[in-house]
């Protein structure tokens, strides 16, 4: 039992990220290299309102970009034009160029002059705090982006706009304050803030007066449709009630997202039905779960990474013992050699993607097949895994190796068990 519970919670918690359940979002981690399909959405920043994606096939066309712009700024100087204007003017597309690039050092030089010489009106301050806030985060100045983010919201609640009206960039400072709560672990206050945001993007525009619980049926949703930012924040939401273990209450605010904040009345997206499955999933309604992941595969790049995880999670759905089957191990072991295979592939013999499934195949092994010698097999080269990727100084201490030395300590138990070794023998 003990081993297929640690196979059903196999969500886990490191110190460096978190992985959901079906390991395809991070709510934060150092390296974004390693990050499988999605990206946490609670670290969605506005940074310019025309966008601020990086293309490394663009670099070239933007160094030009920069040096261009950089010689106009010297420009400025030797005309001897000294308009605080033209100054900010050129500054602002510096910093532009420079953030595209992701160098984001000089980035912070640039907003740091521009903030203290050149913006002065609570507008400006409040949208130069936000970024400053977003650029100490790239470079993992945790405190000082927290300060950024703060200052922020307090110029827009205090300075920007009128008391007792709610607005989305009120949501966003909040939402970046739970992002940072979240990257150190802190969910209850990650949650906080998210839910101290959502009012403002359920009700963006309008005063706290003005709000009726009409305003949550559907029909009024439609004709005065919610801030975009509003199915983010939910997902957020969702994210952290699951790492949490609250499945019933992540699955509620999904199935909102599903009925009211889908453009156009279209389908769920990849995504929205992954996260669902995985609650499904969660609350042993292995069928439903079963169902959507299906459908996503059937759209799915079967070489990739979300193909990978979607046949670990399609495993886990057959080993799920509380099923009308009893579970079923022949094919929960076919789909997670499916899953073994690509993850080796794609993300090398030693990432923790790649122990997870192989622990999964060792319960799977050692409770449906009653293999205890492949079942250790298995563990044994997760646990090597999990060793060689603990950040503890001590690796013993790290709550995946001690999970794996317990279900490896289990296998060892039952096959000293006369009734094991009977079946075994079968």
Same mark, same amino acid.
């Given at each position: 039992v003990s081993c297929v519970y640690q196979l059903k919670h196999s969500g886990k918690m490191i110190r460096r990220g978190i992985l959901s359940l079906s390991s395809r979002t991070f709510l934060w981690h150092e390296n974004p290299k390693v990050i499988t399909s999605k990206r946490f959405v609670i670290l969605h920043h506005r940074f310019?309102?025309?966008g601020s994606i990086f293309e490394a096939e663009i670099v070239s066309p933007l =160094?030009?970009?920069l040096k261009k712009a950089l010689k106009n700024h010297e420009q400025i100087f030797l005309v001897g034009a000294t308009q605080k204007k033209d100054i900010q003017e050129s500054l602002e597309t510096i910093r532009r160029f420079q953030y595209r690039m992701e160098k984001w050092e000089e980035t912070l030089k640039t907003e740091e002059e521009l903030h203290n010489d050149h913006y002065y009106s609570? /507008? %400006?301050?409040a949208e130069s705090h936000n970024r400053l806030g977003i650029l100490h985060e790239n470079l993992?100045?945790?405190s000082k982006s927290r300060s950024h983010f703060e200052a922020s919201l307090r110029y827009y609640k205090n300075e920007v706009h009128p008391p007792n009206i709610f607005h989305a960039e009120i949501g966003e400072a909040c939402n970046h304050l739970g992002a940072l709560a979240g990257s150190e672990f802190e969910l209850e206050l990650a949650m906080q803030w998210l839910q101290r945001s959502e009012p403002h993007f359920r009700h963006h525009g309008k005063s706290m007066f003005e709000i009726s619980d009409d305003d949550e049926d559907e029909q009024n949703q439609k004709? %005065? @449709? @919610?801030? @975009?930012e509003l199915r983010k924040c939910l997902e957020n939401q969702g994210q952290i009630l699951r790492f949490l273990q609250k499945h019933r209450e992540a699955l509620d /605010?999904? /199935? =909102?997202? +599903?009925?009211n904040l889908l453009l156009d009345n279209k389908e769920p997206d990849r995504d929205l039905k992954l996260d669902m499955a995985d609650c499904l999933l969660? /609350?042993?309604r292995s069928k439903e779960a079963e169902k959507l992941y299906i459908s996503v595969l059937e759209e799915t790049d079967l070489e990739s990474l979300t193909a990978a995880a979607i046949h670990h999670q399609l495993g886990l759905v057959d080993a799920d013992p509380s099923s %009308? +089957?009893?579970g079923d191990g022949t094919l929960a072991l076919m789909n997670f050699e499916i899953a073994l295979t690509l993850r080796k592939r794609l993300l090398g013999e030693t990432h923790l993607n790649v122990a997870k499934t192989l622990t999964a195949m060792g319960v799977v092994k050692h409770v449906f097949k009653k293999d205890p010698a492949a079942a250790l097999t298995d563990l044994r080269e997760a646990l090597i895994i999990y060793r060689t990727n603990s950040e503890f100084e001590n690796d013993e201490d790290d709550p995946e190796v001690k999970k794996i030395l317990k279900n490896i300590s289990l296998v060892q138990k039952d096959m000293k068990k006369p009734s094991f070794q009977s079946s075994a023998e079968h």
């Open positions: 310019f309102s025309s =160094e030009k970009d609570a /507008l %400006d301050m993992q100045n945790y004709k %005065d @449709p @919610p801030h @975009p /605010l999904y /199935l =909102e997202i +599903e009925k969660a /609350l042993r %009308d +089957e009893g």
